[in-house]
């Protein structure tokens, strides 16, 4: 029987519809070993924040937009194309929103994932407890827990079907509810599903199905491939500079030495790396690979903070005070060095053989290589 899994909202929102993990996840869905389970309201909850997250965008481009209005000439060729670009970005925002809605289908399909519809039927047992306290809400009439109770309900339901669900959840509040059944495995998200014993019975079994696939694995194992992997990221300055990652996913902010605020880290520098360390291999698709890696080097840290913070440290460190608002805060860049962490893609035809391949690890630098490689970084620590 296949493996039941339920993604809650936080869950889906840090994996991503395309991630790494994702597309492990889609690898074991098509096999048949995992049933994925999305319910109405968590379908709901994060396609609603996707479209709030394009909004909020969108309204700071327009107010960029209208601020540079406000210092050009009303009767200039530069204020009328600032006009178009106003009119321009609301078309793309009713776009970007319509895009939030197609990419949820795909991604559905995509994946097979099973629709779990809202039953009115369960909503008398969620209203009791909404007045009561009990069950998801952490107190009476608590309405900001309704979602998760609906989701809970619908959970218990689907035990009718099977025998135990494995749910990825990471809200503390709900987690806490569902641990009182015994029928449920909790997990924190995707990779620590695909660390339980049962789940990597499962992938090991379809790797032992495709032989020529698990030699390619092992042969990105290898210290002399891995050695020209490194190589090549010291000259991928493209691939670095991409690399964005927001304060809810920096780590090491003590670091700083001073209160930070919204803190983000971007383009990382491939000239500065000075180690990388590769985890073992995962095979997430025909002509597809995946290696976990740590990537020390330097990077730029935007933040801001207060301006008496920043003034304490003198020229002791090279801070790049930018601007500053009427209550002191300043927008500051700096570099620093830090460890980016996260995945390694390197995609290539199926057929090739890992003879072939290993000989096309030679050119990855080439205008239209073999093997390309693309770099996911979930998480970095400030040094």
Same mark, same amino acid.
């Given at each position: 029987?296949?493996?039941?899994?339920?993604?809650?909202?936080?869950?889906?929102?840090?994996?991503?519809?395309?991630?790494?993990?994702?597309?492990?996840?889609?690898?074991?869905?098509?096999?048949?070993?995992?049933?994925?389970?999305?319910?109405?309201?968590?379908?709901?909850?994060?396609?609603?924040?996707?479209?709030?997250?394009? @909004?909020?965008?969108?309204?700071?481009?327009?107010?960029?937009?209208?601020?540079?209005?406000?210092?050009?000439?009303?009767?200039?060729?530069?204020?009328?194309?600032?006009?178009?670009?106003?009119?321009?970005?609301?078309?793309?925002?009713?776009?970007?929103?319509?895009?939030?809605?197609?990419?949820?289908?795909?991604?559905?399909?995509?994946?097979?994932?099973?629709?779990?519809?809202?039953?009115?039927?369960?909503?008398?047992?969620?209203?009791?407890?909404? &007045?009561?306290?009990?069950?998801?809400?952490?107190?009476?009439?608590?309405?900001?827990?309704?979602?998760?109770?609906?989701?809970?309900?619908?959970?218990?339901?689907?035990?009718?079907?099977? @025998?135990?669900?494995?749910?990825?959840?990471?809200?503390?509040?709900?987690?806490?509810?569902? @641990?009182?059944?015994?029928?449920?495995?909790?997990?924190?998200?995707?990779?620590? &599903?695909?660390?339980?014993?049962?789940?990597?019975?499962?992938?090991?079994?379809?790797?032992?199905?495709?032989?020529?696939?698990?030699? @390619?694995?092992?042969?990105?194992?290898?210290?002399?491939?891995?050695?020209?992997?490194?190589?090549?990221?010291?000259?991928?300055?493209?691939?670095?500079?991409?690399?964005?990652?927001?304060?809810?996913?920096?780590?090491?902010?003590?670091?700083?030495?001073?209160?930070?605020?919204?803190?983000?880290?971007?383009?990382?520098?491939?000239?500065?790396?000075?180690?990388?360390?590769?985890?073992?291999?995962?095979?997430?698709?025909?002509?597809?690979?995946?290696?976990?890696?740590?990537?020390?080097?330097?990077?730029?840290?935007?933040?801001?903070?207060?301006?008496?913070?920043?003034?304490?440290?003198?020229?002791?460190?090279?801070?790049?005070?930018?601007?500053?608002?009427?209550?002191?805060?300043?927008?500051?860049?700096?570099?620093?060095?830090?460890?980016?962490?996260?995945?390694?893609?390197?995609?290539?035809?199926?057929?090739?053989?890992?003879?072939?391949?290993?000989?096309?690890?030679?050119?990855?630098?080439?205008?239209?290589?073999?093997?390309?490689?693309?770099?996911?970084?979930?998480?970095?620590?400030?040094?």
């Amino acid at each position: 029987m296949s493996i039941a899994l339920v993604l809650d909202t936080n869950v889906l929102r840090q994996e991503g519809l395309g991630s790494r993990n994702m597309q492990i996840l889609r690898r074991l869905t098509s096999s048949g070993a995992v049933d994925l389970l999305i319910h109405e309201v968590v379908a709901r909850e994060f396609k609603s924040q996707r479209t709030l997250e394009v @909004q909020t965008q969108v309204e700071k481009i327009a107010d960029a937009i209208t601020e540079m209005s406000r210092q050009v000439d009303p009767k200039g060729a530069s204020y009328r194309d600032l006009a178009v670009m106003r009119s321009k970005v609301a078309e793309l925002a009713e776009a970007a929103k319509k895009e939030v809605e197609t990419d949820f289908i795909a991604w559905l399909t995509w994946t097979g994932a099973h629709w779990v519809a809202f039953e009115p039927e369960g909503m008398r047992q969620v209203l009791d407890d909404y &007045f009561t306290g009990g069950g998801a809400f952490r107190k009476p009439k608590h309405r900001d827990d309704m979602p998760d109770a609906i989701v809970a309900a619908g959970m218990k339901a689907l035990l009718t079907k099977y @025998q135990s669900l494995h749910i990825a959840v990471k809200d503390g509040a709900f987690r806490r509810h569902l @641990q009182n059944e015994p029928k449920y495995t909790l997990v924190d998200g995707l990779s620590e &599903f695909f660390a339980l014993e049962v789940v990597v019975k499962i992938a090991k079994a379809l790797d032992d199905k495709e032989k020529d696939l698990a030699d @390619q694995t092992k042969l990105f194992a290898s210290a002399t491939v891995q050695a020209r992997i490194v190589e090549h990221l010291k000259n991928a300055k493209d691939l670095l500079d991409e690399v964005y990652v927001e304060q809810e996913n920096l780590n090491g902010l003590d670091a700083m030495e001073m209160d930070v605020i919204g803190a983000s880290l971007n383009y990382a520098q491939a000239g500065a790396i000075a180690s990388v360390d590769f985890g073992e291999p995962t095979l997430v698709d025909s002509g597809h690979l995946s290696l976990p890696v740590v990537i020390r080097t330097r990077a730029r840290i935007d933040y801001a903070a207060s301006f008496i913070d920043v003034q304490a440290f003198d020229d002791s460190r090279e801070i790049d005070n930018w601007s500053m608002d009427g209550d002191g805060i300043c927008d500051l860049r700096e570099v620093r060095d830090v460890d980016l962490i996260g995945f390694l893609d390197l995609r290539f035809a199926p057929e090739l053989t890992p003879a072939v391949l290993e000989a096309h690890t030679e050119y990855f630098q080439a205008e239209k290589p073999k093997i390309e490689i693309s770099l996911e970084i979930a998480t970095a620590n400030i040094l």
